[in-house]
């Protein structure tokens, strides 16, 4: 057992590792390209740094436990809210940061299309025809909001100074192949192992595979948001912190399980519905003072957050 664990964690850490790399090799190939870096930051980034989750959700669907990605997506966005925002508000707590109120909107009407699918059965084919296209309409209202804001703010058209943090004009083609390439062959192979040994761990203690994609793996695919996260907090930047949430959450439903449900029948289990799609719910929906009024997450809040976490996979192992 301690093996598989072993296993788990080296899966892990080189899904992360690949994740890393596909998006910097993504980005300067796209820039390279002349893609405009706000479209790569909407589109490449988002989609890189969700790598993880779509490659263990396709393998889990294509090995026949499903259970285990639809638990990853639920699990991973209620740490997103309460331990990826709970944390480092704990450590140095939040102020209010901008505008986030449109994407907040989004992300609960996203989650709502989510969990009203679960209700009408599997997540087939076209269930997640559904989730990907509502997830186009959302980057292409956000795409254009974004740039009629540019637009009105600077009038040096073409200037594109928002480059990603991952940009590198001076990088050699050698290196964007390289780290494409490692991403490529590394995310597949951190998934085969995270996936084979969580299942391995899962029928050791005699719990189901969405119980270990609530926990074990929701937990390890949410460390890049709480590593940005943390980053986002130590510089004051909480309008990144916060909407780095959002969008992780949303790319979280519609995307991965939209892409997931093109691959195979997700089966949804009862146990879901009547308890963790409503702890997800009410996680996403506890930020709407956050995000309308403006408060501030203090060390309280942080606390808070961080102990309705703790309390919530206390519950889910019990």
Do not use: C
């Amino acid at each position: 057992m301690i093996t598989e664990f072993a296993f788990a964690g080296l899966g892990l850490i080189i899904l992360l590792l690949a994740g890393d790399l596909l998006v910097k090799g993504a980005v300067n190939l796209s820039l390279r390209l002349g893609i405009p870096a706000l479209i790569v930051s909407l589109t490449v980034v988002a989609f890189g740094t969700s790598a993880p989750e779509l490659l263990i959700s396709i393998k889990a669907v294509l090995d026949g436990v499903p259970g285990l990605a639809l638990g990853n997506v639920i699990g991973s966005n209620t740490a997103n809210v309460l331990l990826i925002l709970g944390i480092p508000a704990m450590i140095f707590g939040l102020s209010a940061g901008s505008d986030t109120r449109r994407s907040f909107i989004f992300m609960m009407l996203g989650s709502a299309l989510f969990v009203g699918l679960g209700f009408l059965g599997p997540y087939r084919w076209w269930g997640g025809l559904i989730l990907l296209g509502a997830l186009a309409l959302i980057l292409f209202d956000s795409a254009r909001a974004v740039m009629a804001h540019r637009a009105a703010a600077d009038a040096a058209a073409g200037q594109d100074d928002d480059l990603p943090d991952e940009a590198d004009p001076d990088m050699p083609w050698w290196k964007i192949i390289g780290f494409l390439a490692l991403g490529l062959i590394g995310l597949p192979v951190g998934a085969d192992l995270l996936v084979d040994s969580s299942v391995t761990i899962a029928q050791a203690f005699g719990v189901s595979d969405t119980v270990i994609g609530l926990t074990l793996v929701a937990v390890g695919t949410s460390l890049p948001e709480l590593a940005t996260t943390v980053m986002a907090a130590l510089r004051r930047h909480a309008d990144v912190a916060l909407g780095n949430v959002i969008g992780s959450n949303m790319f979280n439903l519609l995307g991965i399980i939209g892409v997931a449900s093109l691959v195979g029948q997700i089966p949804v289990d009862p146990a879901l519905l009547r308890f963790d799609v409503w702890v997800m719910l009410a996680a996403s929906a506890v930020l709407a003072p956050f995000v309308f009024l403006r408060w501030g997450m203090g060390r309280v809040v942080g606390v808070i957050f961080t102990a309705l976490y703790v309390a919530y996979i206390l519950m889910v192992l019990a």
